[in-house]
Nanobody, 119 residues
Framework: QVQLVESGGGLVQPGGSMRLSCAASGSAGSFHVMGWYRQAPGKQRELVATIFSGGGTNYLDSVKGRFTISRDNAKNTVYLQMNSLNPDDTAVYYC?????????????WGQGTQVTVSS
């Protein structure tokens, strides 16, 4: 099966930056979408950013201009660069791959990594 391993979380001060990584093992095929979700205490899980196979991206309104999603196809890895962080960004962040076509169609999730923004 496809497996996702996340890294890069931790503590950061308000206004700081952090980069999350998510490495995929297994074959995802040519038609898939990768993204980052987050879940803060007492809140629903929300979609932060997505990147399509062709390179197109979408972002949650509250992170536009601050976060950037990217991917390295050679390393089979997706990244989330987070700048100008504020306490509202504190959450567990999960990477996700949605395979749209083929034998492995479905959603696959990383284990989650804690991001805490605090002075």
């Amino acid at each position: 099966q496809v497996q996702l391993v996340e890294s890069g979380g931790g503590l950061v001060q308000p206004g700081g930056s952090m980069r999350l990584s998510c490495a995929a093992s297994g074959s995802a095929g040519s038609f898939h979408v990768m993204g980052w979700y987050r879940q803060a205490p007492g809140k629903q899980r929300e979609l932060v950013a997505t990147i399509f196979s062709g390179g197109g991206t979408n972002y949650l309104d509250s992170v536009k201009g601050r976060f950037t999603i990217s991917r390295d196809n050679a390393k089979n890895t997706v990244y989330l660069q987070m700048n100008s962080l504020n306490p509202d960004d504190t959450a567990v962040y999960y990477c996700n791959i949605r395979i749209l076509l083929g034998l492995r169609t479905g959603d696959y999730w990383g284990q989650g990594t804690q991001v805490t923004v605090s002075s």
